[in-house]
């Protein structure tokens, strides 16, 4: 079945830092991928998606590319901030069905 | 556009009781995903319904159950509350089921189970 892998966290960056969360999945087909955030106490909200092949999806600065050939879709950002401190989520959509993978919490610190 | 919905926020129950949650999705979504989210399990799929049936399931024992209404707004709940149902539980509406349409979540209903 579909399977979503992130890196394992948590991710402690200074602010101004470069970020990387690495996702890699598996599927049968051809999948739409997404990232998603989640702050504290509330629920997950979409940062991004891609729907094919080589799209690029982007938001706040951060960017994802869909890499078919290496099944990944990792997100970076040039610059974090403070208030990127949350749990990001990477997710496919195929047949219908979302796999979410396990999270990864980023704390940045000043 | 009002987001989705879920009531209430909080909840503390004791075991052997059972609860309903519920949770009005964005107007003119038909699909609803419930999830639940623990620090051990992460994010978990329940169930989903769209148009009044549900269409998945996830791997939950029959004490978890939902329904959906033919506004869309959707309803699950839990009998013979055990500790470990202890968790934030996330539902989630899109447009219609699909591999292009993002799911749109609400805060969660965090439910204590004593």
């Known amino acids: 079945g579909d399977s979503v892998t992130q890196m394992e966290g948590p991710v402690t960056l200074s602010e101004e830092a470069f970020l990387t969360i690495n996702c890699t999945y598996t599927?049968?087909?051809?999948?739409?991928l997404f990232w998603y955030v989640q702050y504290p106490g509330e629920g997950l909200q979409l940062l991004l998606k891609?729907?094919?092949?080589?799209d690029k999806g982007s938001n706040k600065g951060f960017e994802a590319t869909y890499r078919k050939e290496t099944t990944s879709f990792h997100l970076e950002k040039g610059s974090v901030q403070v208030s990127d401190s949350a749990v990001y989520f990477c997710?496919?959509?195929?047949?219908?069905?979302?796999?979410f993978g396990t999270g990864t919490k980023l704390q940045v610190i000043p | 556009k009002a987001g989705v919905t879920q009531t209430p926020r909080y909840l503390i129950k004791t075991r052997g009781q059972q609860v309903t949650l519920s949770c009005s999705p964005i107007?003119?979504?038909?699909?609803v995903s419930w999830y639940q989210q623990t620090p051990g399990q992460g994010l978990q799929f329940l169930f989903e319904?769209?148009?009044?049936?549900?269409?998945n399931k996830g791997n939950f024992p029959g004490r978890f159950s939902g329904r959906q209404f033919s506004n869309s707004r959707s309803e699950m709940n839990v009998s013979t509350l055990e500790l470990g149902d202890s968790a934030l539980y996330l539902c989630?509406?899109?447009?219609?089921?699909?591999?292009?349409?993002?799911?749109?979540f609400g805060n969660g209903t965090r439910l204590t189970v004593t």
């Open positions: 319904y769209f148009s009044e049936t549900q269409r």
């Open positions: 599927a049968t087909g051809y999948p739409s």
């Open positions: 891609a729907t094919k092949a080589d």
């Open positions: 989630a509406s899109s447009f219609q089921p699909g591999s292009g349409s993002p799911l749109h």
């Open positions: 997710a496919l959509s195929e047949d219908q069905k979302v796999t």
């Open positions: 107007s003119g979504h038909r699909s």
